[in-house]
């Protein structure tokens, strides 16, 4: 098992709330990516964050919007929550001056919009 | 963007026999190719990842093979064993300052009968 951990494990939402999903990241890592992995699909990217700044984003709207702490850890925020976001949420820790530059992913947070 | 696209998209294989999937990208820039084995309920583990720069890598009984010419890479199974049976997932991505951003296919269900 990696060192990524993922709070909560599961969410039950209405549309239209807003959710906060947390990741903390493996020891020595500087970089959480997120993912959205609907069922019977692959992860899709949603934005990365490095040294707390972001790093790219993937193709999602404004209302997902996240940040990352001085400790490398690491939120999402999705607001106005609609059904097509029930999907598990999954983080990825990894550092860049490693020589695999290996992503290692957290056991997700399985998030259900009613 | 990247698109990875991926086949098949189930694959039944008896014990003992091999087991190959398929991927291609689309982004020519794209560098770095990992294989992701996810089972049921858990988080996507790295099993096998290459580079651009080579153009085969082979670890036990998995092995990738990569074609940049024709932008298409794949997973090798030999002697597939029951505890092989998962989802597997390629991804694509560009290695840049800070974190892979992936992009993932859409995934291979693999089931090993005895």
Sequence with gaps: ETGVTQ?????????????????????GHNTVSWYQQALG????????????????????PPRFSGLQFPNYSSEL?????????SALYLCAS???REIRNEQFF????????? | GENVEQ???????????????KCTYSDSASNYFPWYKQELGKRPQL?????SNVGEKKDQRIAVTLNKTAKHFSLHITETQPEDSAVYFCAAS????????LTFGTGTQLKVEL
Excluded: M, W
């Design chain 1, 106 to 114: 957290g056991p997700g947070t399985r998030l259900t919009v009613l």
């Design chain 1, 41 to 60: 699909q692959g992860p899709q990217f949603i934005f990365q964050y490095y040294r707390e700044e972001e790093n790219g984003r993937g193709n999602f």
């Design chain 1, 7 to 27: 709070s909560p494990t599961h969410l039950i939402k209405t549309r239209g709330q807003q959710v906060t999903l947390r990741c903390s990241s493996q020891s």
């Design chain 2, 47 to 51: 099993i096998i990842d290459i580079r």
């Design chain 1, 77 to 85: 925020n999705v607001n106005a929550l609609e059904l097509d976001d």
């Design chain 2, 7 to 21: 086949h098949p998209s189930t694959l039944s294989v008896q014990e003992g026999d091999s087991a190959v999937i």
């Design chain 1, 94 to 96: 990894s550092n860049p």
């Design chain 2, 94 to 101: 560009r290695i840049t300052g800070g974190g892979n951003k």
